[in-house]
Nanobody, 124 residues
């Protein structure tokens, strides 16, 4: 299993931007589909975005389309989530996930490697 470490979270005002990073180790990163999930207090973990290793296809939850962009750098074994126009409802712990699948799945049970999470707080 690949090991994942997220970074880049923090406190930002409404309308601000953050870029999350997730560094992978212990596996062939280019063979992994990568995804970002988030979990707000009292809520279930939800899919945010994903990028397939096979096709490069990306997917986003409707609430972040046009504001968030996922990308990957296979040479650096890192996946990024650029978050713009942040809203208070984006406040959550953001988790990076990985799996040897050719498509982007949107459910947590499809991913077998997880990072420890990074907190994103958007103040109003």
């Amino acid at each position: 299993q690949v090991q994942l470490v997220e970074s880049g979270g923090g406190l930002v005002q409404t309308g601000g931007s953050l870029r999350l990073s997730c560094a992978a180790s212990g596996g062939t990163f280019s063979w992994y589909t990568m995804a970002w999930f988030r979990q707000a207090p009292g809520k279930e973990r939800e899919f945010v975005s994903g990028i397939s290793w096979h096709s490069g296809n990306t997917d986003y939850v409707d609430s972040v389309k046009g504001r968030f962009t996922i990308s990957r750098d296979n040479a650096k074994s890192t996946v990024y989530l650029q978050m713009n126009s942040l809203k208070p409802e984006d406040t959550a712990v953001y988790y990076c996930a990985a799996d040897r699948t050719t498509v982007v799945h949107t459910t947590t049970n499809q991913y077998h490697s997880w990072g420890q999470g990074t907190q994103v707080t958007v103040s109003s």
